[in-house]
DNA sequence: CCGCTGTCCTGCCAGC
DNA sequence: TGCTGGCAGGACAGCG
């Protein structure tokens, strides 16, 4: 499921649970998820102190006090829970057969990593060695920082040969961007997904990255409101509702080509084995 | 090196 | 109702 904007919301729904508290329970329920977790993982976390939590692309980081990191990926359906500490009597819900990976902390919530198609995955690295992980050593910049904007996209589609849709599905061109918010920012600044990547240059990069900025803020925040401080009455991170302005609107007409009588309609195709949503009338 | 395809896994939903 | 096929927001290996 998750592209950055879900993604960093997690992050910062944990924060409060994770930061400056100990993991006083690991439990590990499988041997693998996408990859398999490392030797020992559930002890060589147990006892350790979270230091902090960051995000680099699709991935959240968390810095414990032994230089070492974890860090995952939820893949297309993992989801973190948070359910408060219990006390006496009182029970948790039954554990779910794809809750994974369940954190207990010292102030005794326990946080569950649910991923029914196991497409995420979860690791241990030390710090200095983070870098090179092949999870983030191919990353290209992180698209809300100070190390992405108009130059720096045409520079990096300048030359390739594939579509500008799989160019931004590329994490090595942008980071964090998924199929969703690549329709969305394409639609936004009306340039057709089918567009050779290297002919997005000049102002047209320019506008694109300032569309991709902007799609993923407002994400960002739409996620912030609608999950009130990041975390759901029932614990769970991640998942708000949001309408998008092309995606999943096959055979709706077009909202951005004016008052027409025939506006446009939105056509879903397939690229590199995804849908891509797109308004033939208004991205060229 | 580059770009494209198939694949991992389960759940859900439309259509018959 | 029950079955089947298609599709799902990701990322990687392997191929030409």
Same mark, same amino acid.
């Given at each position: ?176 961007? $998924? ?5 969305? *920012?394409? =639609?936004?600044?009306?340039?057709? #997904?089918? %567009?050779?990547? !290297? ?38 991170? $991640? ?5 998008? *302005?092309? =995606?999943?609107?096959?055979?709706? #007409?077009? %909202?951005?080509? !004016? ?26």
């Amino acid at each position: 499921m998750p592209e950055l904007p879900e993604v960093e919301t997690v992050m910062r729904g944990l924060r409060p649970s994770l930061e400056g508290r100990r993991f006083q329970k690991v439990i590990q329920r499988r041997d693998k998820l996408r990859f398999p977790l490392p030797e020992n993982f559930a002890q060589r976390l147990t006892g350790r102190c979270v230091v902090k939590l960051a995000r680099r692309a699709k991935y959240v980081l968390v810095h414990l006090d032994d230089g070492m990191v974890l860090f995952f990926h939820l893949g297309m359906s993992g989801r973190m829970t948070i359910l408060p500490r219990v006390s006496g009597a009182e029970q948790r819900p039954v554990l779910d057969p794809h809750d994974h990976v369940i954190f207990e902390t010292d102030e005794g919530e326990e946080i569950r990593y649910c991923d029914p198609r196991r497409f995420g995955m979860m690791d241990l690295v030390a710090e200095a060695d983070l870098l090179q992980h092949k999870a983030f050593r191919d990353i290209g910049p992180e698209p809300l920082g100070n190390g992405f904007n108009g130059p720096i996209l045409s520079e990096r589609l300048k030359n390739k040969k594939n579509s500008i849709k799989a160019a931004l599905l590329d994490q090595r061109v942008v980071a964090g961007i $998924g199929n969703i918010y690549a329709c969305e *920012a394409l =639609y936004l600044s009306h340039i057709s #997904p089918e %567009r050779p990547a !290297g002919s997005v240059q000049g102002s047209e990069a320019d506008l694109l990255a300032t569309t991709i900025k902007s799609v993923l803020t407002r994400a960002i925040e739409a996620g912030g409101s609608s999950l009130r401080d990041y975390v759901q009455a029932t614990g769970e991170l $991640g998942y708000f509702q949001h309408s998008w *302005a092309v =995606y999943g609107r096959e055979g709706e #007409p077009c %909202r951005q080509c !004016g008052e027409g009588a025939e506006a446009p309609v939105i056509t879903r195709v397939q690229q590199s084995g995804r849908s891509t949503f797109f308004c033939p009338g208004c991205q060229r």
